[in-house]
């Protein structure tokens, strides 16, 4: 598992400001997620890539804006964080269609 | 879209006893389906998976079965010990054939000694 982190791990932030969470994949996996998880609604998928410069939405975008210039890394910024984006962030990889997806260790972020 | 519901929310076992979570679907061409398992403060990580081809898989103590016709598909684990307690998570393509998945809502599992 050490082939997938996340930074930082914890995170405050004020009402307003723009975030960046940081995802870094050392395995060369096409597909990498960002999900986000809240008591009462499980995982939820907030973007998806399928590879360098591909990203598509998924559940729950709003308010979140991603980029992929590089098959490792898949930065996930709030452009004007929120108190309703409280919550831990997981990325994810998978090396195929269907197959296994690893998650990073997460990230606490509480916006204030 | 698939919907993708999970129960119970919360299950209590004796040790070495049997425990049951049962998810249901709502696309019927849904084909892949995963089990997650989360331990307190930890990251999710895939137990078992199961694809539409088969109607169950074992790996140790722990199964997967599918019922296709109603679209539900179960975890059992067997003889269950105390590293069993964790909160596990089914899913389901979004869409057919997709990479991204809808997950249930969570069961945490307590095993009691």
């Known amino acids: 598992d050490a082939g997938i982190t996340q930074s930082p791990r914890y995170k405050i932030t004020e009402t307003g400001r723009q975030v960046t969470l940081m995802c870094h994949q050392t395995w060369s996996h096409s597909y990498m997620f960002w999900y986000r998880q809240d008591l009462g609604h499980g995982l939820r998928l907030i973007y998806y890539s399928a590879a360098a410069d591909i990203t598509d939405k998924g559940e729950v975008p709003d308010g979140y804006v991603v980029s992929r210039s590089k098959t490792e890394n898949f930065p996930l910024t709030l452009e004007s964080a929120t108190r309703s984006q409280t919550s831990v962030y997981f990325c994810?990889?998978?090396?195929?269609?269907?197959?296994?997806?690893?998650f990073g260790p997460g990230t606490r972020l509480t916006v204030l | 879209g698939e919907n993708v519901e999970q129960h119970p929310s919360t299950l209590s076992v004796q040790e070495g006893d049997s425990a049951v979570i049962k998810c249901t679907y709502s696309?019927?061409?849904?084909?892949?389906f995963p089990w997650y398992k989360q331990e307190l403060g930890k990251r999710p990580q895939l137990i078992i998976d199961?694809?539409?081809?088969?109607g169950e898989k074992k790996d140790q103590r722990i199964a997967v079965t599918l019922n296709k016709t109603a679209k539900h598909f179960s975890l059992h684990i067997t003889e269950t010990q105390p590293e069993d307690s964790a909160v596990y998570f089914c899913?389901?393509?979004?869409?057919?054939?997709?990479?991204?998945?809808?997950f249930g809502q969570g069961t945490r599992l307590t095993i009691n000694p």
């Open positions: 199961i694809r539409s081809n088969v």
């Open positions: 994810a990889s998978s090396s195929g269609h269907l197959n296994e997806q690893f």
């Open positions: 696309d019927s061409a849904s084909n892949y």
């Open positions: 899913a389901a393509p979004r869409i057919q054939g997709a990479q991204k998945l809808v």
